[in-house]
């Protein structure tokens, strides 16, 4: 049964509203089902099943939740809000599982290409690394607004569906999730380890995931452990 309309919308918003919540869970209902196939038929990775239970078992739940809140009619608000959140976090879940399986189809790192494309544009990385590292003030500053970025999407959706603006809060989502999908197909086609690694300067902790994506290029890894 579909959730109540929430009230915060006009009666000509409610059908676009829907929509895009289809079109979101549509995603994330591929996205599952081609990791499903994938891990099935044509790979050897395997997925460690705690991790990968455990956080499908906390979206579940808030899915329930919200699905409680929206066909008791008790607060539309908080359905539409928990369904966001579940929705963002299964999409993290097969989304994360995508990009590991595509990044063993084994596509050359392309990390020189994009240093020549930074030079050809004048970026010029190493001068803004150097910049930023000389200030640390501001290299805190952003380490920290990087390592705390899933916090504030968390956040941003939670004041989007508490204050009711709700046609906004799934707008916000949809669009996440869309350059989510796109950001690891072209991370797959287009696998780099980082500008650090690349010119072998000290990272601080930022590209600690290059292991992890070295093993699965080279096809080293065959346990995904969803617990990290």
């Not at 959706?157 to 204050?163: H, I, M």
Request: hydrophobic share 55%.
């Amino acid at each position: 049964m579909k959730p109540l309309a929430p009230t915060a919308l006009s009666s000509a918003e409610e059908p676009l509203y829907w929509r895009r919540h289809q079109a979101m869970l549509g995603l994330i209902g591929a996205l599952a089902i081609i990791d499903i196939v994938w891990l099935a038929f044509f790979t050897d990775l395997r997925i460690g099943l705690g991790g990968l239970a455990l956080r499908l078992g906390i979206a579940g739940a808030i899915g329930l939740v919200a699905a409680y809140y929206g066909i008791s009619g008790r607060s539309a608000r908080l359905c539409a809000t928990l369904l966001c959140v579940a929705g963002l976090m299964g999409l993290e879940i097969f989304a994360t599982i995508f990009n590991y399986l595509a990044i063993r189809i084994g596509f050359p790192f392309a990390d020189a290409s994009f240093a020549r494309w930074s030079d050809a544009l004048g970026i010029g990385w190493l001068d803004y690394n150097t910049f930023i590292m000389s200030r640390p003030w501001l290299a805190i500053s952003l380490h920290i607004l990087y390592l705390s970025s899933v916090v504030q999407i968390l956040l941003a959706v939670l004041a989007l569906g508490f204050t009711g603006r709700l046609a906004a809060l799934l707008e916000i989502v949809v669009v996440l999730s869309v350059t989510s999908v796109v950001t690891v197909v072209v991370g797959a086609m287009l696998p780099g380890l980082g500008a650090h690694h690349f010119y072998g300067i000290p990272d601080q902790g930022a590209a600690g995931f290059v292991p992890a994506i070295v093993a699965s290029h080279d096809r080293t890894m065959t346990l995904l452990d969803m617990d990290k």
